[in-house]
C-alpha cells in the first residue's frame, strides 16, 4: 500500500486522487440517500470527508448533500438548537440530554452539517 502525504485540493476536486489511489472518502453506504448518482460521485470521489469514532455519515436535505461545517459540542451550536431537534430524536435525545452530554471531544461528539440550498443545519451524533 502506497502511503500518502500531501494531496493537492485540486486534484481531490478534479477526482484525480479518488482515481489515482483507487478509493473513496466516503463510504457510499453510509451517505443519506438521493435521487442523483451524478452527487454521490461527487461526495464519494471529491469530497474531502471528516474523521468520526465510529461510521461517519453524510447527510442530505432539499435533495442534496449538505455541506460538513465541523466537529461541535453544545456550546457551538446552542444558538441554533431549535433547528436540530429532528436529529436529536433521530438518536433517542432530548433537548436537556443533548445539553448536558454533548461536548465537542467529548464522549457524545456532533458533527455539524449545513444545507447548501436553504442553509438548514443538521447533525450527526456518535458515542466513543
Same mark, same amino acid.
Given at each position: 500500500?502506497?502511503?500518502?502525504e500531501d494531496i493537492c485540493p485540486w486534484c481531490i476536486e478534479n @477526482?484525480?486522487?479518488a482515481n489515482k489511489y483507487d478509493?473513496?472518502?466516503?463510504?457510499?453506504?453510509?451517505?443519506?440517500?438521493? &435521487?442523483?448518482?451524478?452527487?454521490?460521485?461527487?461526495?464519494?470521489?471529491?469530497? &474531502? @470527508?471528516?474523521?468520526g469514532w465510529q461510521q461517519?455519515?453524510?447527510l442530505t436535505?432539499?435533495?442534496d448533500y449538505c455541506a460538513f461545517v465541523g466537529y461541535v459540542g453544545w456550546e457551538e451550536i446552542?444558538?441554533?438548537?431549535?433547528e436540530l431537534i429532528e436529529d436529536f430524536n433521530r438518536?433517542?435525545?432530548?433537548?436537556?440530554?443533548?445539553?448536558?452530554s454533548l461536548k465537542n471531544n467529548g464522549h457524545l461528539q456532533g458533527y455539524l452539517f449545513q444545507c447548501n440550498t436553504c442553509k438548514k443545519h443538521r447533525i450527526h451524533i456518535d458515542c466513543d
Open positions: 500500500m502506497e502511503e500518502v @477526482g484525480r486522487v478509493g473513496d472518502f466516503q463510504d457510499a453506504n453510509s451517505c443519506e440517500e438521493i &435521487p442523483s448518482d451524478e452527487k454521490l460521485d461527487e461526495l464519494i470521489h471529491r469530497t &474531502p @470527508g471528516y474523521s461517519e455519515q453524510w436535505h432539499c435533495e446552542k444558538d441554533i438548537a431549535n438518536f433517542g435525545f432530548d433537548l436537556k440530554e443533548i445539553q448536558g
